[in-house]
């Protein structure tokens, strides 16, 4: 067998796309709640505050605040050994910069967490994934202010010392490198808590809200482990392989250039130092990055102790002209090109299993660091049949690939890999275009896009499978 005994087979979600109840005991507005409902393609609006007449699906989820019993119930059924899942900030502190927690918030995940741990399931919690206190943005403007960086720590520190003793895995922001480049309002938004004007230059401000936080993910794992010696404490990448398009030689440098405008990130939470390509681009382009050498001490001081991250697609870079695609990385004039060798899902995302080997691998050699990937998995149309069945046989396969893959990885290449918790183990609300009917889970939700539906939990045929692939430690 590939893999240890102590493996952490999990699934994973976020609190805002599980949660619901927004508004109660006390809990603040969050950035993720005046995200509207997209579609396929259609983008989700963030309004000014939460409008009335607008469909925002966040704010029930499917309800898991009030459901979590019987769906750790499930899981515990399924045989899940880790749940990974995220903290509202604003549970904790309505505003982002409150003196005092809410202690119903607080209470919330006490009791949460004491669900999963005697149900045998590790917690594994990620302090910020996609949602920020609203009023962070309205009196601060986010992350690009560094004044975020204290309510941050001072977050994480009340939720890490409240926790000492039930969690022991975290990760400090969620897909950090996700709004590289400024070029996604959703990520500058979700990642950072900043919207741009017209004449902002996105670029900067999102190197500097970026910093900002790489600077309070450092305290944070300082601190952390100082509250806890045994926490283990990761940061939280999207991997996605950009591979060169063609064998000419400018292709392999824009691969190269643009994966370092993502491997930023994690280059700063590894290896504690702000890499020499940065410095030079900022240099090039007058770019005036606000840090101190303090703040520099600080990210030598934190660094993660593994890496988590996310992985569903891969790209492919090219600059031969003709070929259609749009401009991923500014490091060059390479554009991203679909990939002739691979297909899409029905959202377009490029299902690439052996890419995820191909991840395992750079990350490791480059890092030799422990790796979790916490994020992996089919979004999907999924058919309820009469009988109460769903037979999603795409999903068991995209998955069985991606497994093979990591044992591949682990086996024959060396990569020392902690656990995998696919994507979206229940039914959720998807992230980009805010739909239920775009479906990740081994655990059917009955909810549709409009928010009708019963919220009755049932197995798919995915559910069975993955509790042999659990019990088996691997695939057989
Ligand atoms: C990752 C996020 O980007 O991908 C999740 O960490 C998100 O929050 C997931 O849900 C899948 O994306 P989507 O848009 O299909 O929900």
Redo the contacts with the bound molecule.
């Keep these: 067998m590939p893999f240890k005994q102590d493996f952490l087979w999990g699934g994973a979600v ?1 609190a805002h ?1 599980i949660e619901g109840a927004y508004n109660k005991d006390g809990r603040g507005l969050s950035t993720a709640d005046v995200m509207t409902g997209g579609a396929n393609g259609v983008d989700r609006e963030i309004t000014k505050g939460v409008v009335a007449g607008k469909y925002y699906p966040n704010h029930e989820a499917i309800n898991f605040y009030y459901h979590y019993k019987e769906d750790i119930a499930l899981f515990k059924e399924l045989g899940l050994k880790a749940f990974r899942t995220s903290i509202s900030w604003s549970r904790i502190f309505p505003n982002g910069d409150d003196e005092i927690a809410n202690e119903a918030g607080l209470a919330f995940y006490d009791r949460l967490f004491d669900e999963l741990n005697e149900a045998g399931i590790v917690p594994v919690i990620t302090l910020s ?2 949602e920020i206190p609203y009023h962070l943005y309205e009196a601060y403007g986010g992350f690009k202010n560094k004044k975020l960086i204290d309510f941050y720590v001072k977050y994480a520190e009340t939720v890490m010392r409240r926790y000492k003793d039930k969690v022991k895995y975290w990760m400090t922001f ?2 950090i490198n ?1 709004q590289a480049g400024g070029d996604w309002d959703i990520h500058a938004w979700c990642n950072s808590a900043v919207q741009f004007v017209a004449d902002d230059n996105r670029e900067e401000i999102i190197y500097q809200a970026s910093l900002n936080e790489l600077i309070a993910s450092a305290k944070v794992v300082k601190l952390g482990h100082e509250i806890n010696p045994n926490f283990q404490i990761g940061c ?1 990448m ?1 991997y996605v392989p950009v591979y060169p398009y063609s064998a000419n030689p400018s292709d392999q440098i824009a691969a190269i250039k643009a994966m370092d405008g993502r491997y930023f990130y994690s280059d700063i939470h590894v290896r504690g130092k702000i890499p020499r390509y940065v410095l030079n681009y900022w240099k090039e382009h007058d770019y005036r990055i606000d840090y101190s050498q303090e703040e520099l001490e600080i990210l030598k001081a934190g660094t993660v102790d593994y890496i988590g991250f ?1 992985y ?1 697609m891969s790209d492919a870079v090219t600059e031969i002209a003709e070929l259609d695609g749009w401009k991923y990385s500014k490091f060059s004039q390479a554009k991203i090109s679909k990939n002739p060798y691979i297909h899409a899902s029905d ?1 377009g ?1 490029q299902i690439d299993p052996v890419g995820l080997r191909y991840v395992l691998n750079s990350v490791y050699e480059r890092y030799e660091k422990p790796l979790f990937v916490v ?1 992996n ?1 089919l ?1 999907a149309y999924d058919k309820l049949e009469t009988d109460g069945s769903i037979h999603d046989t795409y999903r068991i396969k995209y998955l069985q690939e991606h497994i093979k893959q990591m044992e591949l990885a682990v086996d024959e290449d060396g990569v020392e890999l902690i656990g995998y918790t696919p ?2 183990i229940i039914d ?6 805010g739909e239920m009917e ?1 479906r ?1 889970g081994m655990i059917y939700v009955d909810k549709d896009n409009e928010g009708k539906g019963t919220l009755k939990r049932s197995k798919k045929d995915s559910f069975n499978w993955y509790q042999t692939v659990i019990k088996n430690n691997g695939l057989t």
């Design positions: 976020a796309q994934h996609f969620n897909e996700n939280m999207a996310s569903y959202w995302w994020e998995g979004g994507w979206g959720i609300v998807s992230f980009g275009s775009k990740y």
